[in-house]
């Protein structure tokens, strides 16, 4: 579902990433792992497709992604590639079910649809009862929650997920851990996560470290 060959970025003096490679199968969930300034967050968006590299290619689900341009680039991300970043960058003025139908929405699915998926996918995340909630009024595990449910709505081949538990108390984090296995489980979804919780690190099927910029 991934495949990254040979990337290179540079940002002035500083070479982020020098030749990596690396591929993730349909239904793995892949941990990077490495030190600060590894390059780890920079690979991320690269294969989010949210930055581009200075060279080497990017495959998600077959599709060469440096093909696209920006706009079909926009529609190939709501479609192919869910999001779940360390702050969960909810919409503050809208309800947890708004939020989680809002790709939904933008992938040009009917609202009744929209609303039934985010609906069934709040109440597998065990939000069933904050359906209406603003962000405000949750718990940081709870957003971080709706945050999954969101990545998950437009069925994406991928799940890229930027420290997912770096922001949560250890009962949260157990919780969220236990829910990423639970929605590989379902979905045989594809997930690549960037930790620096051990505990979830040592949970998934393969670790890749990062070093200065490149695979171990
Ligand atoms: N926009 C940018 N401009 C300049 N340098 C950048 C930029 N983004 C990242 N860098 C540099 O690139 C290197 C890799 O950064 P990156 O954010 O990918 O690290 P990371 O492995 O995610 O680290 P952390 O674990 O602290 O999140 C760092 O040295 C960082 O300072
Ligand atoms: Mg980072």
Do not use: W
Request: include cysteine; charged fraction near 25%; charge should be negative.
């Amino acid at each position: 579902m991934i495949k990254a060959s040979e990337i290179y970025k540079r940002f002035s003096t500083v070479e982020a990433l020098s030749g990596v490679s690396l591929e993730v199968a349909k239904g793995e969930i892949v941990a990077i792992v490495g030190a600060s300034g590894a390059g780890k967050s920079t690979l991320l968006q690269i294969l989010g497709t949210l930055m581009p590299a200075d060279s080497g290619s990017v495959q998600i689900a077959g599709t060469e992604v440096g093909t696209l341009s920006e706009r079909q680039l926009a529609a190939f991300r709501n479609k192919h590639i869910g999001f779940v970043f360390q702050f969960h960058h909810l919409l503050p003025e809208f309800t947890a079910v708004e939020n989680v139908m809002m790709p939904a929405l933008i992938g040009g699915m009917d609202k009744g649809e929209a609303a039934k998926r985010a609906a069934e996918l709040l109440d597998m995340v065990g939000l069933a009862n904050r359906v209406s909630h603003k962000p405000v009024e949750m718990s940081g595990g709870e957003q971080q929650r709706v945050a999954i449910a969101r990545a998950l709505v437009c069925r994406p081949s991928v799940v890229l997920a930027d420290e997912p538990t770096g922001n949560l108390d250890s009962t949260n984090r157990d919780e969220i851990q236990r829910l990423l296995m639970d929605v590989r489980e379902r979905f045989d979804q594809t997930i690549l996560m960037v930790t620096h919780d051990m505990s979830l690190a040592e949970s998934v099927d393969r670790k890749i470290v990062m070093s200065d910029g490149r695979v171990l």
